[in-house]
């Protein structure tokens, strides 16, 4: 029978194949034999049944305990003995002899795949009637288990409650019809845990479907990188902790937990082979053991990213990390090195490096990774810190036995383009990667922080803007006075909000962490400069004057203290676009200030009074809105703040 055939013929195959068919078909479980039969008995009928007879032979015995004994994993030479004998007894309705048939048939199966055992191999060959060296891989899983899945059917006809049949069903089940989503692996695993939990016939055969879904998970883990590798790590939750794991996988790194170590897993994994095994089991039990201790060395390979351990500077505010190709700065020569990024970089496909330093490492070396990085064709790097992150992690969740307090310390990152450094000549194409990661209208101020050992600092081809002292003697935290003079030149100019990062020889990597989370958001979470780009040198100072020879702090702090009173409030929308407008004339007008009145005629145009100036900035902010809202008039009064004013 073909196997797409399989799951449509299978309801009407079983009240023929049981119990009139099954003397027959066991010679004949090859592909192509069942359908023809079917068609046969399908004419002639079954004979009737009785359970002292067979359907042409001398009347039947029971299966001794001694003749049972047999029944052993790996076989011996009187195992096939029996089990045809229990056979005949299951196809005369005899439903013990039935459920003993099946369940060595499971534990051949499970001895054959978890013990890697050639005799229980070569028997479930002769009971499958198929060829010796055809009994590996995919194809003779699937046969056996769907062979399996008929005789545990007709311990089911014969005895519908059986409990340790529907128990069975449900493992054989598992094997035919391996679960391909993720919310499928969850309900079909609990079942094997129940199973397991429950200490049955069964549960030595449930254990074992479990650690192979998550061996195969670890194995797996250990040949991929990044993301890839993460989510085979995660698939090993679902045998082995009760809450369900999606979170793991979620596409925003931001709503996943921290994802597992493949020590703590492997370690987990271990408790299911090392309870009692089952007798005919203990072969499989003890090869799972042998693979736990083998594979130990593999997962403390495997990298861990601990933000502690790595003793990454603190960010307050990040993003969580997302799997991005490590940037190395070993010995290894320096092209090897490259290239073996931008390979990493091509199969991840997001053109992101991720470098990790620790706190006092020098600030130096970023910049050397982010050269390595641009030469590797990536557009933008991100540097690794640690986060504090509050969790709600349920009861039974892998997290539930480390994060303690719903407090978890998170390696996240802050993204950097690299637009800024020298491009490659020889590589046009990189380039222009780059540039799609920075917009250079906004950073049109060309505003660069540059990070040194003892202060941080503002400036611009201008001019300096600002400068702070870093040294643990001065009374002002510099996060603080960086942040009020960002809010300040984002208040003066709303769409700037590029700044270029300099670290300077002596500045540390925690340094440089530090002034960029405080330049990137302010303490309460909102952007300040949302797009940072890494330079190794400022601009060159231009110290003339600009925009009515004013210079550009006076420029920003005349912008940033621009006011306007608007009466009445529910055209409130308009006041950004109002104050855009007026700041550019406070540029060439430095002392514009005045009121504007605004009045809808009964032909629904507007008419303003006041400066002219003033007047235009209020009819391009005010005007649609009144007429949309049906405001007959409004009252602007333009001015700056005292506190802020430029001289």
Same mark, same amino acid.
């Given at each position: ?185 969850? @309900? ?48 090993? =939750? ?152 509050? =969790? ?87 996060? =603080? ?101 007026? @700041? ?64």
């Amino acid at each position: 029978m073909r196997p797409f055939m399989r799951p449509f013929m299978r309801p009407f195959m079983r009240p023929f194949m049981r119990p009139c068919m099954r003397p027959f078909m066991r010679p004949f479980m090859r592909p192509g034999i069942a359908v023809p039969l079917l068609a046969i008995l399908a004419v002639t009928g079954c004979p009737a049944r009785n359970p002292s007879s067979t359907l042409n032979g001398p009347p039947l015995t029971p299966v001794s305990r001694a003749e049972l004994a047999s029944l052993q994993v790996p076989p011996v030479a009187q195992s096939k003995e029996v089990y045809d004998k229990l056979g005949l007894l299951a196809d005369a309705g005899d439903a013990d002899a039935a459920w003993q048939r099946a369940h060595y048939l499971l534990d051949l199966f499970d001895s054959a795949r978890f013990a890697t055992d050639q005799s229980s191999r070569e028997l479930l060959a002769d009971i499958s009637g198929r060829p010796s060296d055809a009994m590996r891989g995919p194809s003779a899983t699937q046969a056996i288990a769907e062979l399996a899945v008929v005789e545990i059917d007709h311990v089911l006809e014969l005895d519908r409650a059986h409990a340790m049949a529907n128990q069975a069903r449900s493992l054989a089940s598992f094997d035919t019809d391996f679960p391909r989503q993720r919310a499928q692996a969850f @309900q079909r695993l609990q079942e094997l845990k129940r199973i397991a939990n429950q200490g049955g016939e069964l549960a030595g055969n449930a254990r074992l479907r479990l650690f192979g879904y998550c061996r195969s998970a670890l194995e797996e883990a250990g040949e991929l990188a990044g993301s890839s590798h993460r989510i085979a790590l995660s698939h090993c =939750l679902y045998p082995l902790f009760d809450s369900d794991p999606e979170p793991y996988f979620a596409s925003d790194p931001s709503l996943r937990p921290p994802p597992p170590r493949a020590t703590v897993l492997l370690d987990a994994l271990g408790t299911l082979v090392k309870e009692p095994a089952p007798e005919r089991l203990r072969h499989a039990f003890a090869k799972q053991e042998a693979w736990v201790a083998a594979f130990a060395e593999t997962a403390r390979k495997m990298p861990v990213l601990d933000p502690v351990a790595m003793r990454l500077p603190p960010a307050e505010h990040a993003t969580p990390f997302d799997d991005y190709p490590m940037i190395a700065l070993g010995d290894a020569p320096r092209q090897e090195r490259v290239a073996a990024l931008r390979s990493a970089l091509r199969a991840d496909g997001r053109a992101v490096a991720a470098l990790a330093l620790p706190s006092d490492a020098s600030a130096t070396l970023a910049l050397e990774a982010a050269q390595l990085a641009a030469d590797a064709d990536a557009s933008e790097l991100v540097m690794l810190v640690s986060w504090p992150q509050n =969790l709600r992690v349920p009861a039974g969740d892998y997290g539930s036995t480390f994060i303690k307090g719903g407090m978890a310390t998170r390696l996240a990152s802050l993204p950097f383009s690299l637009v800024r450094l020298e491009a490659d000549a020889s590589r046009p194409s990189s380039q222009g990667m780059k540039a799609a990661s920075w917009d250079p209208r906004r950073a049109e101020l060309q505003l660069y922080l540059l990070v040194s050992a003892t202060k941080w600092q503002l400036r611009s081809p201008f001019g300096e803007v600002a400068s702070f002292t870093t040294s643990t003697s001065g009374s002002e935290d510099p996060r =603080l006075a960086l942040r009020e003079a960002l809010r300040q030149i984002r208040t003066a100019f709303p769409d700037e909000d590029g700044l270029i990062v300099v670290p300077t020889e002596g500045a540390s990597y925690g340094a440089l962490i530090s002034a960029a989370d405080a330049a990137h958001v302010d303490a309460n979470g909102q952007d300040l400069f949302s797009h940072l780009a890494l330079a190794s040198s400022p601009g060159k100072v231009n110290n003339g004057k600009v925009k009515n020879g004013t210079a550009l702090v006076q420029r920003i702090a005349r912008r940033a203290a621009a006011s306007i009173e608007l009466s009445p409030a529910s055209l409130a929308s308009g006041i950004p676009v109002a104050t855009r407008c007026y @700041q550019e004339l406070l540029d060439s007008k430095a002392g514009s200030a005045g009121t504007v009145r605004l009045e809808v005629g009964a032909d629904k145009r507007v008419q303003a009074v006041g400066p002219s100036a003033l007047a235009e900035c209020a009819t391009r902010a005010f005007a649609g809105i009144m007429i949309d809202q049906g405001t007959p008039s409004a009252e602007l009064r333009f001015g700056l703040k005292l506190s802020a004013q430029a001289k």
